[in-house]
């Protein structure tokens, strides 16, 4: 094979990963825990269309939200204590949900397949 073409197509196999990653999917974890409450968020975009749900860790704890479709390329989902929050549509988690001040989130396909990364995030602690 000659130099140049062993040069093309390791460019054309560059682009190719660099398209790859360019679309793959992502998630983003934030999440804060007061003396009596716990919120989190997990929200994902580059995703294909489909149905997802999200899945919230911390300690030996685990959550899961109902599968939403997403909108465009992007899903968002919240998880909380506070009544007035899960009356408006987050997942209820316990008051005591979070500990140690992190929680790992990542979001699954309606065939229960994780298609973003795990993310720990450390929470914002407040009083």
């Known amino acids: 094979m000659s130099h140049r073409l062993s040069t093309h197509l390791l460019s054309i196999a560059a682009l190719t990963l660099v398209s790859f ?4 999917a992502d998630v983003s974890v934030t999440c804060e825990k007061r003396g009596n409450r716990s919120k989190a968020s997990v929200d994902g975009n580059n995703l294909a269309p489909g149905s997802y749900r999200a899945v919230l860790e911390s300690g030996s704890a685990t959550a899961t939200t109902p599968f939403e479709s997403a909108i465009g390329d992007e899903a968002e989902f919240d998880f909380d ?5 899960i009356a408006a549509g987050a997942a209820r988690i316990a008051p005591t949900f979070i500990v140690d001040g992190r929680s790992r989130g990542y979001i699954v396909n309606s065939s229960g397949q994780r298609v973003t990364p795990v993310v720990t995030a450390i929470c914002r602690v407040r009083k």
């Open 21 to 24: 990653a360019a679309q793959a």
């Open 81 to 85: 204590s506070n009544p007035a929050d």
